[in-house]
């Protein structure tokens, strides 16, 4: 693996990950016409890496949010805790986020499915043009107001559901998690924290899960040091940049850039299927 090639890849991950486009819909994408997918299985580890560097961008991205977490975290122990005063935002935002991540441990158990259909470019081009619709949807859905602090325990878990769901090649995590918010009244800015900060567990998570597998290949890790670093620093920037373009984005109020993007995407997925697989 050259250094230029890595650097692509972890370009390809920073925009994906974050982008409503679905990392996994265009991974499967590049598998099967590409045989670009045959990347991943040899670079196990390399995968787990660029994981780590959109993990990293997410968190400095909201850091304030996580810092704030954190804190209130810590003061639940503190023996000076009174019960009595009203739940800080950043205490219940931390709640609703594990009650959001729940959700998730009821899909383990379809992963292998998940994994099956990225062999399936037809299915994976309809999974693209589901999330361009749902896309589309949320600039005319009417603007919510919920937040940390209004948002309920019912509210979250369908998010979560969805989170879940979106294991799916061709379902974009973050275009299914903010359509869901805002479908449930979100605050169009807090729809992507919620959604984003969500994503640091399941990212978080999928990266554990491949480390089982990170060095059983037989590659010499030591030589690729300089394409893993670089690799990573392009997942790591290109990620960062692309939580800020899509917070301008929703900012506006329209996601139908992205969904014109994954319907053409989609569409072109389920006409060559037929020609090319």
């Not at 920073?14 to 486009?21: A, H, I, R, Y």
């Not at 998010?159 to 299914?176: C, E, K």
């Not at 800020?244 to 994954?262: A, D, I, T, W």
């Amino acid at each position: 693996m050259s250094v230029w090639f890595a650097m692509f890849l972890g370009l390809v991950q920073g925009l994906t990950e974050f982008l409503p486009v679905s990392s996994s819909g265009h991974l499967a994408i590049f598998q099967n016409f590409f045989g670009m997918g045959d990347v991943e299985a040899d670079f196990v580890f390399f995968s787990v890496l660029l994981h780590f560097a959109t993990l990293l961008a997410v968190s400095v991205f909201f850091w304030k949010d996580i810092k704030a977490m954190c804190v209130e975290f810590g003061r639940l122990f503190s023996p000076k805790h009174n019960r009595s005063v009203q739940v800080p935002p950043p205490r219940r935002l931390l709640f609703l986020l594990i009650l959001g991540t729940l959700p998730l441990i009821l899909f383990v158990f379809f992963s292998n499915t998940a994994e099956g259909l990225t062999e399936q470019p037809l299915f994976i081009g309809i999974a693209l043009c589901a999330t361009g619709i749902l896309l589309l949807l949320t600039s005319i859905l009417p603007k919510g107001k919920k937040d940390e602090r209004s948002a309920t325990v019912v509210d979250v878990l369908c998010v979560g559901f969805m989170q879940g769901l979106a294991t799916i090649p061709g379902l974009s995590r973050s275009g299914t998690t903010i359509f869901t918010g805002i479908m449930r009244g979100f605050d169009r800015k807090f729809a992507m924290r919620f959604s984003f900060l969500m994503s640091i567990p399941a990212i978080l998570g999928a990266t554990v899960l491949k480390l089982k597998d990170a060095f059983t290949d037989d590659i010499d890790h030591l030589s690729l040091l300089p394409a893993y670093i670089l690799g990573m620093l392009a997942a790591a920037i290109t990620g960062y940049l692309a939580l800020c373009l899509l917070r301008r984005v929703m900012e506006k109020g329209s996601l139908n850039k992205f969904s014109f993007y994954c319907i053409v995407v989609g569409a072109a997925t389920i006409v060559a299927s037929f020609f090319f697989v």
